[in-house]
């Protein structure tokens, strides 16, 4: 990992380390439980390789407005079961509880600052240049108590704030484990993959997936392009099928404004690349509350077309198994509805089996994978959504470009 600084380059025993995380989860509508805790097992690596420093965790969950907008005494508490350690918490961000809390800690303590988005600067400063971001009170205050800046916050990379990128130019800014991983796992499947290289694009968002596509198409690295769930229902529209009102409405209600370029981004891969890509060959809608197969050649239907088909699933496992690297971010189905999870849960299977390099992206799909338990059994399962869309896309990366600027800066002071 060139021009970023990592855990083996530095000394951090008996340091004060800022933590910064991405442990935003999916909690229980009333209960506030946690339906995943995958990210926050995710940072346990890192955790274990400060053990001998004084950690202070600063993250968020969801944002102001939100029913799952909480406080993080409740990950704080999650985090010290997962590691069988005490995780202490102030319900302060960078106050005075909080500073107090800080400069008590004693070698191998672990504290966990309240929501950062609780604070009115972090979503405020969200454009900011670092010229903003760096006297903010959140920077001001906080930075001098640390000696290093550590972050896993590689869902949030994508994002730009007071927490995630301004404390480049004041403190030196680690990549701790799980972003080390993430970075590494990304940049491969984006500019030197194993071949033949086969990437799995589905979901709702298929504007996202459509760029992730030119990416990875202009990159010349990849040799098939398979599109399952919405996106490729949006690519049988875009080659001439008709897939349905119904089916075409929610298309264009899923992608709002971003529809006429989704669908301009989709017609140029479809002109001019149509040899790399693979589009489903039957589907299955529900019909009066059944699971009913379909070939595309039967389409138009009223109905909602939920899933893809077991033909469609037959054509792509011979790819999948004959690849050296396989990419799949976004299901293939409504996999939240039992009688509709056969499609994304035949994919997963496959990623499992394969002796592929296997990297999973971020969202539903990684959410599936920890629910199942077979993350240890893919290559890289990402914790990061959009973030990992965003790099996939080759997109700027607010979060590793403070890393680099930070890399820069203070690099020299860890030189023999």
Not at 45 to 65: C, E, F, N, Y
Not at 393 to 409: F, H
Request: glycine share 8%; net charge negative; aromatic share 6%.
């Amino acid at each position: 990992m060139d021009g970023v600084l990592s855990l083996d380059d530095v000394r951090l025993n008996g340091k004060h380390i800022l933590f910064r995380v991405d442990v935003n989860s999916p909690l229980h509508p009333e209960t506030r439980a946690f339906l995943d805790d995958g990210r926050l097992r995710a940072i346990t690596d890192t955790l274990r390789a400060l053990a001998d420093s004084k950690v202070v965790l600063i993250g968020h969950q969801s944002r102001p407005g939100r029913n799952d907008f909480t406080d993080l005494s409740g990950h704080a508490d999650r985090l010290a079961r997962i590691l069988g350690r005490p995780v202490g918490f102030v319900p302060d961000v960078c106050g005075d509880a909080a500073i107090e809390a800080i400069r008590e800690m004693k070698d191998g303590d672990i504290l966990c600052l309240d929501n950062v988005r609780m604070h009115p600067e972090e979503i405020a400063l969200k454009r900011a240049p670092i010229e903003e971001l760096r006297v903010s009170k959140i920077v001001t205050t906080l930075a001098p108590e640390f000696d290093a800046y550590v972050t896993d916050a590689f869902a949030a990379s994508h994002r730009n704030s007071p927490s995630l990128t301004g404390f480049s130019e004041e403190l030196p800014c680690i990549a701790g484990r799980l972003m080390e991983k993430e970075i590494n796992a990304l940049q491969t499947a984006v500019n030197n993959p194993p071949r033949p290289y086969v990437a799995i694009l589905g979901g709702a968002k298929a504007d996202d997936s459509f760029r992730v596509s030119q990416n990875l198409i202009d990159r010349g690295v990849v040799d098939t392009i398979a599109f399952v769930g919405v996106v490729g229902n949006m690519m049988l529209w875009v080659q001439g099928v008709d897939i349905g009102e119904g089916n075409k409405e929610f298309i264009r209600g899923t992608l709002g404004s971003d529809f006429d370029a989704a669908w301009s981004m989709a017609e140029r891969l479809n002109n001019d690349h149509s040899e790399v890509l693979f589009v489903p060959t039957d589907v299955a809608v529900e019909a009066k509350g059944e699971r009913v197969g379909m070939k595309v050649s039967q389409l138009p239907t009223p109905y909602p077309i939920y899933d893809i088909g077991v033909e469609t699933l037959m054509r792509l496992r011979p790819l999948m198994m004959g690849a050296e690297c396989i990419l799949w971010n976004g299901p293939a189905s409504y996999f939240e509805r039992p009688a509709f999870a056969f499609g994304t849960i035949e994919i997963l299977n496959m990623c499992t089996e394969t002796a592929a390099m296997t990297i999973v992206g971020g969202g539903h799909t990684s959410a599936l994978v920890n629910s199942r338990g077979v993350s240890n059994r893919v290559s890289h399962n990402s914790t990061g959504g959009g973030a990992c869309l965003c790099m996939l896309s080759g997109d700027s990366m607010p979060v590793i470009d403070a890393l680099e600027r930070s890399y820069n800066k203070f690099a020299p002071l860890f030189k023999d």
